[in-house]
Every structure is written in structure tokens, then in C-alpha cells.
């Protein structure tokens, strides 16, 4: 997921996994990604954990493959706002 420069720090991303974790979660399932470098330190602050970092090609940047374990506790007992 990407935010537009100009809207960035306005917990925009946040919102929407919080929402997306929701769903995810209602359902007891995990959550697969692969981030950019600007976006790792978000997903883990979501619960992602880090799979694998493969380099692109030309090697100037990598791409991580992060994953979100199920979580089965009640939504109202668990934290789900990444955006703070």
C-alpha cells in the first residue's frame, strides 16, 4: 500500500489495514505481503513478521516478504490501530 507523499503521517494506512485486519481476523486467517523498504517498519508494527528479503533486480533496492500470523483472540480484547 502506498500514500501519496502530500497525505503521508495522517494515519491514512493505518485506518485501512486496521480495517483490513478486521476482516482477516473475523475469519482466523494470516496475512501475506511483500513491502517495500519504506513500508517494513509499518507491517511489523502490525504483527508482520519477517519471511525472507529478496533483492530486485539490479540490486538497488529488496522487496520483503512479511507475515501476519492468524489471530483467534476476540477482536474486542486485541489492538488493531497501526496508525498511532
Known amino acids: ?9 495522517q494515519g491514512i494506512a493505518g485506518k485501512l489495514m486496521s480495517r483490513a485486519f478486521e476482516l482477516v481476523d473475523a475469519d482466523q486467517m ?6 517495500s523498504p519504506i513500508g517494513v517498519f509499518a507491517y511489523k508494527k502490525a504483527g ?5 528479503e ?13 507475515l501476519r500470523p492468524a489471530v483467534t483472540a476476540p477482536a474486542a ?6 496508525a498511532a
Not at 1 to 9: A, E, L, N, S
Not at 30 to 35: F, G, H, K, W
Not at 48 to 52: G, K, N, Q, S
Open 1 to 9: 500500500m502506498f500514500v501519496h507523499p502530500d497525505y503521508r503521517g
Open 30 to 35: 494470516r496475512c501475506y505481503l511483500e513491502a
Open 77 to 82: 480484547s486485541r489492538p488493531v490501530d497501526v
Open 48 to 52: 508482520f513478521v519477517t519471511l525472507e
Open 54 to 66: 529478496i533483492p530486485l533486480v539490479g540490486g538497488t533496492t529488496m522487496v520483503t516478504c512479511m
